[in-house]
């Protein structure tokens, strides 16, 4: 019976050591945290970077192109290039947000979200194609990737990075929207030259090279 008092001091010191070693995990998970969190936002800046000066130089010289390549007579796949690249700036100037996922075992809404953008393609496109003159239906199917594309990659991803993965998409998008914001208005000041200067130039590429002078 002498011995029981000196037990108690040895459960306090357990509960302090386990409350300083749950604290240290802590810590760490937090550390962790931030470094995952800055990883993102330095990658994603970059990734934001080269896919807008990729989507706006097609949007901006993108035309000339085409007819340099294919002839005028499909300069329809520029306009559908063009609306392709620029609905897939998200998705690809936060792909690193995809390993953060799988890293975390939460990717599973991804695929989910995924399919969801298929069946909204598809059930769009049918809509508009009912709606839209047989010879505009390209246009119709484009509509409808545009819609399922905002509603899906543009919202909903981003709401789910930030709720659930926890991740800075606000620093994110505004670097994002700020690199568009450029790309714009690189590109109408493109097509102001070319309107003003350029339009009297035949040769195809020797306009494509200046363009691309002045978009860079």
Same mark, same amino acid.
């Given at each position: 019976?002498?011995?029981?008092?000196?037990?108690?001091?040895?459960?306090?010191?357990?509960?302090?050591?386990?409350?300083?070693?749950?604290?240290?995990?802590?810590?760490?998970?937090?550390?962790?945290?931030?470094?995952?969190?800055?990883?993102?936002?330095?990658?994603?800046?970059?990734?934001?970077?080269?896919?807008?000066?990729?989507?706006?130089?097609?949007?901006?010289?993108?035309?000339?192109?085409?007819?340099?390549? !294919?002839?005028?007579?499909? @300069?329809?796949?520029?306009?559908? +290039?063009? $609306? /392709?690249?620029?609905?897939?700036?998200?998705?690809?100037?936060?792909?690193?947000?995809?390993?953060?996922?799988?890293?975390?075992?939460?990717?599973?809404?991804?695929?989910?979200?995924?399919?969801?953008?298929?069946?909204?393609?598809?059930?769009?496109?049918?809509?508009?194609?009912?709606?839209?003159?047989?010879?505009?239906?390209?246009?119709?199917?484009?509509?409808?990737?545009?819609?399922?594309?905002?509603?899906?990659?543009?919202?909903?991803?981003? !709401?789910?990075?930030?709720? @659930?993965?926890?991740?800075?998409? +606000?620093? $994110? /998008?505004?670097?994002?929207?700020?690199?568009?914001?450029?790309?714009?208005?690189?590109?109408?000041?493109?097509?102001?030259?070319?309107?003003?200067?350029?339009?009297?130039?035949?040769?195809?590429?020797?306009?494509?090279?200046?363009?691309?002078?002045?978009?860079?």
């Amino acid at each position: 019976h002498e011995n029981l008092p000196d037990a108690k001091p040895i459960n306090n010191n357990s509960n302090v050591e386990a409350k300083d070693n749950k604290a240290q995990q802590e810590q760490k998970e937090e550390q962790k945290k931030e470094e995952i969190d800055l990883l993102f936002a330095k990658v994603s800046r970059m990734q934001s970077i080269v896919v807008c000066c990729i989507a706006f130089g097609f949007v901006a010289c993108g035309k000339e192109f085409i007819i340099w390549w !294919i002839g005028e007579s499909r @300069v329809n796949a520029y306009y559908v +290039g063009a $609306v /392709l690249m620029i609905i897939n700036i998200m998705p690809l100037a936060v792909k690193t947000s995809v390993d953060i996922q799988r890293a975390m075992n939460k990717h599973y809404f991804r695929s989910i979200m995924y399919f969801g953008v298929a069946v909204i393609n598809i059930a769009l496109s049918i809509l508009f194609l009912q709606i839209f003159p047989n010879k505009y239906a390209i246009f119709a199917c484009l509509l409808g990737s545009i819609i399922a594309s905002l509603l899906t990659q543009w919202t909903t991803m981003n !709401i789910f990075n930030y709720k @659930v993965i926890k991740l800075p998409m +606000g620093k $994110v /998008l505004l670097r994002l929207f700020m690199c568009i914001i450029y790309g714009l208005g690189s590109t109408i000041i493109v097509k102001i030259v070319t309107a003003t200067f350029l339009n009297n130039i035949q040769e195809n590429f020797i306009k494509l090279s200046l363009e691309i002078v002045v978009f860079l």
